[in-house]
């Protein structure tokens, strides 16, 4: 009798190891527990956690790859799968960097947040307390010199003083937990002051407290022909009745300047600035918010990005503006400019003028002398007071061309994908099914005028607006608006 061996089941196969648990996200957590922890014990200080948080949060980051990567490489050498970030660890680190860029838009936008809530002389638990202190300097100011002013915090306003003497009024603000910390504070962060040659200097010294926060303002009063030389990277700057040039480097803050017979030199980041009463050149740069600009004797340069308004009136010299959407150059403004992220509309303007921009609906209403315009996206209407030659560009968007009703003229117009309509019977047009030409010459012919568009119409019209009365509407374009870009 045969006897049957029963063979052994098969193994079950052998299971992977599995990863080990991440460290990454229980490290970062007991970083961030024994940083409130020591703040909690006044080991540190609450303003001081806010100062490091704000600038080092991106350590945290660091800190979390550099556990990941070696935990990485030790389950390599191990032969088992690394642990990946997982659900918890993707909050924790969306919400790690929510509230480092918060906190570091908080700490570089203070003095606005502060204005905003009234937080200057209030007490804020993240911060510390608010204290104030004043002081008031005064010194003999050499003939014939120049003032330099460097602040790292706080506003700086410059006037003019009855005698030869230069006169400083300081306004300090010193957050601290307690009070004894905010005076060792308010000595270290004294205003320096040195005369080198015909140059007084004067710094702030809101940087003397190391990381602590201090905010100075300087009333300055000097001999009205003394130039001078600002500069701040938190704060706003005003400078009022000099006779001198004036150079102002401003960063996060507004720049008034009023009553200035010498020139005036701007560089701006993340400004806005209203200039009025100079009777010498205005040059502008850099990165700016709104911008105005009046009763100028001088010539006026601006260059740069541009975020919301540009304002000019009454400008007496050329103007040259040039933006990463515009560029743009006329001889004198007698009326008004005003130029946003969609339309540019001015009056009284004295060419010739030279504009080249897209995505605008352009008003000109009182032109006198030459034009040259390139326009995209938007429409075009010009009003002209005196006939120089004329030439406009533009695609999907209408021409409209307002003349003196007995001004000599030569036409050479075409519309693709268009028509052209005019009120001088004489010109000749011929509006086919995909172009539309014009041409001729009108009462005896003179300065010439080129039309050309791509998806629109053109108008030539008899007639003109007064430079008193408000203009018309620009004619809407034929096209769809397109989304439209923030800077000028």
Same mark, same amino acid.
């Given at each position: 009798? *045969?006897?049957t061996? #029963?063979s052994p089941?098969?193994?079950p ?6 990863p080990h648990?991440s460290? *990454? !996200?229980?490290i970062v957590?007991?970083?961030?527990g024994?940083c409130f922890?020591?703040?909690? @014990? ?5 303003h001081?956690?806010g100062?490091?948080?704000s600038?080092y949060?991106?350590? @945290?980051?660091i800190?979390? !790859?550099i556990v ?11 032969g ?7 659900g !918890?660890?993707v909050v924790l680190?969306?919400? @790690?960097v929510?509230a480092?860029?918060?906190?570091t838009?908080?700490?570089r936008?203070?003095d606005q947040?502060g204005?905003a809530?009234?937080?200057?002389d209030?007490?804020v &638990?993240?911060?510390g ?9 005064g010194? *003999?100011f ?12 706080g506003?700086?306003?410059?006037? /003019? ?6 006169h ?5 603000r010193v957050?601290?937990?307690?009070q004894?910390? /905010?005076?060792?504070w ?9 005369t080198?040659g015909?140059?007084?200097s004067?710094?702030a010294?809101t ?5 602590h926060?201090?905010?100075t ?6 001999p009205r022909?003394a130039a001078?030389?600002?500069s701040? %990277?938190?704060?706003?700057v005003s400078?009022?009745g000099?006779d001198?040039?004036a ?12 009553d200035?017979?010498?020139?005036l030199t701007l ?5 806005s600035?209203?200039i ?5 050149d205005v040059s502008i740069q850099? %990165? ?12 006026v ?9 540009v304002? @000019?009136s009454?400008?007496?010299?050329p ?7 515009t560029?743009m150059?006329?001889?004198k403004?007698?009326?008004d400019?005003?130029l946003d992220?969609?339309?540019l #509309? ?7 003028v030279r504009?080249r921009?897209?995505s605008?609906d ?5 032109v006198t002398?030459?034009v040259?315009?390139?326009n995209e ?6 009003h002209?007071?005196?006939l120089?030659s ?18 000599g003229?030569?036409?050479?117009a #075409?519309a693709?994908? !268009?028509?052209?309509?005019?009120d ?8 086919g ?15 010439r005028?080129v ?8 108008e030539?019209?008899?007639?003109n607006v ?5 203009p018309?509407?620009?004619h809407p ?5 397109v &989304? #439209?870009p923030?800077e000028n």
């Open positions: 009798m *045969a006897s061996v #029963q089941p098969p193994a196969p052998a299971r992977p190891p599995r648990r460290f *990454a !996200g229980p957590l007991i970083v961030i024994v922890l020591l703040a909690n @014990l006044g080991v540190i200080e609450w001081n956690f100062y490091w948080f600038h949060w991106p350590v @945290l980051l800190l979390w !790859g990941k990567l070696l935990e990485y490489q030790q389950a390599t050498r191990g088992y799968r690394a642990a990946g970030i997982g !918890g660890g680190i969306v919400f @790690l929510i480092g860029l918060g906190a838009g908080m700490y936008h203070w947040f204005q809530f009234h937080w200057n209030n007490d &638990p993240w911060w307390h608010t204290y104030n202190y004043t002081d008031d300097i010194q *003999a050499p003939g014939g010199g120049s003032l330099h002013v460097t602040s790292e915090r506003a700086i306003n410059v006037s /003019a003083s009855d005698d030869k003497q230069i400083i009024s300081v306004h300090k957050s601290a937990e307690r004894e910390d /905010a005076d060792r308010n000595s270290s962060t004294r205003p320096q002051i040195s080198t015909q140059v007084v004067i710094n010294n940087r003397g407290a190391g990381d926060w201090v905010s303002d300087l009333d300055i009063s000097l022909k001078v030389v600002l701040t %990277r938190h704060g706003d400078i009022m000099r001198g040039d150079e102002v480097k401003g960063a996060e803050g507004d720049v008034s300047v009023t200035l017979n010498g020139s560089s701006l980041d993340s400004s600035a209203r009025s009463q100079v009777s010498s850099g %990165r700016a918010n709104d911008i105005s600009l009046e009763d100028v004797k001088g010539a340069r601006l260059d740069g990005d541009f975020m919301e308004s304002k @000019l009454r400008i007496a010299k103007v040259s503006f040039k933006s990463s959407r560029d150059e006329f001889t403004l007698d009326g400019l005003t992220s969609g339309d #509309q001015a009056t009284n303007v004295s060419g010739p504009l921009t897209r605008k352009i008003m000109l209403n009182g002398n030459d040259h315009l390139q996206n938007g429409a075009v209407e010009v002209l007071n005196k120089g004329l030439e406009v560009n533009n695609s999907k968007g209408d021409i409209r061309v307002f003349i003196p009703e007995k001004a003229f030569s036409v050479a #075409q693709r994908d !268009g028509e052209i309509q005019s001088f019977g004489t010109l000749k047009i011929d509006n099914d995909n172009r539309a030409i014009a041409s001729g010459s009108i009462n005896g012919g003179g300065p005028m039309l050309n568009v791509e998806h629109g119409t053109i030539i019209r008899s007639g007064s430079s008193d009365a408000a018309p509407p620009p374009p034929r096209t769809p608006n &989304p #439209q923030t």
